[in-house]
C-alpha cells in the first residue's frame, strides 16, 4: 500500500510569548487535539525555514519547506507569483509585489503618513480591482506607467503584480509594508540609487489620485480603511525550479489560496489548486480547501495545505482572530484530513508546521526557528508531549528547512 503525504503549513502561527496571554505563545494559548494528538506519537523539533541574509518571509520560508534551498534559487518573491499566475517574464524584466496599502489620512506631507495597513484592511476582492481600475483608466497615470515600462496586472485581493521591462533593479532598496505597519511612509519608499526614483514617482501619484476618489471616500464612511495608495515590494528577476518529481520521484497539488505557493509549486512542476471562497483571510472557504485536499490525496501521494490567515490575523493585529486560526487548522483542517485518512484505511506521513514567525508585538515576521511536527500513522515515537515553540526547541533541531521533505519522504533520518 502507497503511504500518503501531507504537508500542512500554518503561515506565521508561530510566534513569541505574548504578555496578553500569561506569557504563551498563540500555538501554545489555542486549542489544538488533532495537532497535539499526532505530537504525542510523532516527532516535534525546530527548524530554520529563512537563512540569513534573506528575508525572514514566506518568499524564503516555503521556498525552503518546498526542498528548495532559498540561499541558491531565491530570486525575489514576486518572480514566483507571476509563475502562478501564468505571466511570462523575458529576459530583463523584473517582478513585483504591488499592494494596494491603506495610508494615514490628513493633510500632512504623504511622507509623514503612517502606514496602516499593508492589505487596504484586508480589501474584498471587487473593491480591489475596482481601485486598480481607478489608476489604469487615469490617463496620469497610465503615461507614468508607460514611461516606465511597467505593466501592473489586475488580481482580485490587495495582492497586486508588477512586471518592469529592460529593468535593472540592482542597488535599489525595497522594503515590505506588513513590516513597517504603523510607521511614516517617506523613508520605507523605494531608495538607494536614481533608477529608485520611478517607483516613488508611481507611489505618490497613486496616492493623488485614489486617497479623495468617491471609492476611497465610500470606503471610509463603511467605517473601513481607504485603499488610498500602493506599494511596490518583493522584487525578483525569473525563477527556475528543479522538478519535484526528478527529486523525491512523486507528483502532487497544492491548496492555497496565496500566489506565492502556488507558484513556487507550479515552478517545481506541482498542481495548483484553487478554492472557491478561499481568500487568505479567516474567512476562507475552510470546507472547500479541506474537499480539495481530500480530493487530491485520493488522486496524488503527495499534497500541500497552505492556511494563509494566522499571519495575515497577526499583520492586522487581530490577536483573537490569530487563535481562532490557529482552532480552525486543527479542527476544520488537520483534525478531518487526519481522520480521513485513518478512516480510509490509508498510511500516512504528516509534516505540519508554520513557515515562519509572525510576531504579535511588531505584527511583522520573525526569522528565529519554527517548530515542527513529523507524525506517521504506522509507528508510535512514545515521546509524547504537544505542538508549540517550547516543544519545537527541546526537539530536534534542523538546521537547513530544505531537507524537510527528505525527513517526510524517509530520504533521511534525524
Known amino acids: 500500500m502507497f503511504t500518503k503525504y501531507l504537508l500542512i503549513i500554518g503561515d506565521g502561527m508561530a510566534d513569541d510569548p505574548v504578555p496578553s496571554l500569561g506569557g504563551k505563545t498563540p500555538l501554545q494559548a489555542a486549542p489544538t487535539p488533532a495537532t497535539d494528538r499526532m505530537a504525542a506519537r510523532g516527532l516535534v523539533g525546530s527548524v530554520v525555514n529563512c537563512p540569513p541574509p534573506l528575508p525572514a518571509g514566506s518568499e524564503t520560508a516555503i521556498l525552503s519547506i518546498f526542498g528548495c534551498d532559498p540561499l541558491r534559487y531565491f530570486t525575489g518573491r514576486s518572480p514566483m507569483e507571476a509563475a502562478a499566475a501564468g505571466i511570462a517574464m523575458a529576459p530583463g524584466d523584473a517582478a513585483f509585489r504591488c499592494n494596494l496599502v491603506a495610508l494615514e489620512d490628513g493633510e500632512m506631507p504623504l511622507a509623514e503618513k503612517r502606514i496602516l495597513s499593508h492589505s487596504a484592511g484586508s480589501i474584498d476582492g471587487p473593491s480591489a480591482l475596482e481601485t486598480v481600475g481607478i489608476l489604469l483608466d487615469d490617463p496620469r497615470f497610465a503615461q507614468a506607467l508607460k514611461e516606465a515600462r511597467m505593466d501592473i ?75 488610498n495608495g500602493i506599494w511596490f515590494w518583493a522584487e525578483g528577476t525569473a525563477a527556475a525550479l528543479p522538478s519535484f518529481r526528478e527529486q523525491y520521484g512523486l507528483d502532487g497539488a497544492v491548496v492555497s489560496a496565496v500566489p506565492l505557493c502556488h507558484g513556487i509549486g507550479a515552478l517545481r512542476g506541482l498542481e495548483m489548486v484553487e478554492v472557491e471562497g478561499a481568500t487568505g483571510e479567516l474567512d ?23 492556511l494563509e490567515a494566522p499571519a495575515e ?99 533521511k533520518e534525524l
Open 153 to 227: 496586472h489586475p488580481f482580485p485581493a490587495f495582492r497586486q503584480l508588477a512586471v518592469q521591462h529592460d529593468s535593472d533593479i540592482s542597488g535599489i532598496r525595497f522594503t515590505p509594508p506588513h513590516d513597517h505597519l504603523g510607521e511614516p511612509c517617506g523613508p520605507l519608499f523605494p531608495a538607494g540609487n536614481e533608477r529608485a526614483a520611478v517607483f516613488a514617482r508611481l507611489m505618490t501619484l497613486a496616492h493623488e489620485i485614489l486617497d479623495h476618489h468617491p471609492a476611497a471616500e465610500k470606503r471610509r464612511a463603511a467605517g473601513l480603511l481607504p485603499a
Open 313 to 411: 490575523c497577526t499583520h492586522n493585529g487581530d490577536l483573537p482572530g490569530k487563535l481562532q486560526a490557529i482552532k480552525w487548522l486543527d479542527s476544520r483542517l488537520a483534525g478531518p484530513l487526519v481522520s480521513r485518512l485513518e478512516a480510509a484505511g490509508l498510511d500516512h506521513r504528516v509534516l505540519l508546521l508554520s513557515d515562519h514567525k509572525t510576531l504579535t508585538a511588531t505584527r511583522g515576521h520573525g526569522a528565529d526557528p519554527v517548530p515542527f511536527l513529523l507524525y506517521d500513522s504506522r509507528r508510535d515515537t512514545g515521546r509524547g508531549g504537544v505542538y508549540d515553540e517550547p516543544a519545537g526547541n527541546a526537539g530536534p533541531f534542523v538546521r537547513e528547512g530544505c531537507v524537510l521533505l527528505d525527513l517526510l519522504f524517509e530520504k
Open 284 to 306: 476562507t472557504n475552510f470546507e472547500g480547501k479541506l474537499e480539495a485536499a481530500w480530493t487530491k490525496l485520493r488522486q496524488y501521494d503527495f499534497v500541500c495545505l497552505h
